[in-house]
């Protein structure tokens, strides 16, 4: 249920460390340990598995264009056998958590920044992972939207349990994270932060 900032100089490793964890990358040395699973050592034909435990919202989005706002949070629920009745439920659910079950039938093209982001947020917490990583999440957005942004992620934490890192320079957002870990010469340093309510 915590919800983590990490920070650091640009090529301080901050992303890599979240492709790491979502095993986008191979580590060459250590252990990741993921509710008790090191990561690191799953095998190549495993990852798709481990990747349905953990969201991520990145920073460019990555939704298919080719895709309805609704298909794109149905997207996983559908890869993991979810039948279709249950798919429609999740999906939804997701998209009202976020304020976009209203653009549904939406393609993303037809989206601002801010909204595209949420369909984003909501395919990331479709399935309630116990962890979700947010590379760079309010970069796109103003002052308002990325408070809304970090108050949806909050609530996830908060109602589900889930862990939250969220990789961000966005020095507007800091006084809502209590935990803030900084990168430096390859290792992490924590601080307390204020903590501010969102």
């Given amino acids: 249920g915590e919800f983590c900032f990490l920070t650091g100089a640009s090529g301080a490793g901050k992303t890599t460390l ?51 706002v609704f298909e794109n949070a149905a997207f996983l629920p559908r890869v993991l056998g979810f039948d279709t009745a249950r798919q429609r439920r999740v999906a939804y659910e997701a998209l009202r958590r976020v304020g976009l079950a209203h653009r549904a039938g939406a393609f993303p093209d037809q989206l601002s920044g801010g909204e595209q982001q949420r369909v984003a947020i909501a395919r990331a917490l479709v399935n309630q ?38 990789v961000t320079h966005d020095e507007k957002i800091m006084p809502t994270f209590k935990r803030i870990y900084h990168i430096r010469d390859g290792r992490t340093h924590e601080e307390v932060g204020e903590g501010k309510s969102l």
């Fill in 129 to 166: 992972p116990p962890v979700i990583l947010a590379d760079e999440p309010t970069a796109p957005l103003d002052s308002e939207r990325a408070l809304s942004v970090m108050r949806i992620l909050n609530r996830m934490a908060q109602q589900y349990r889930t862990a939250v890192i969220v």
């Fill in 18 to 68: 979240l492709r790491l964890v979502f095993r986008e990358e191979t580590p060459s040395d250590g252990q990741i340990v993921v509710n008790g699973r090191n990561v690191a050592a799953v095998p190549h034909r495993k990852i798709p598995y481990l990747r349905r435990t953990i969201g991520v919202v990145f920073q460019d989005f990555r939704l298919i264009d080719r895709k309805t």
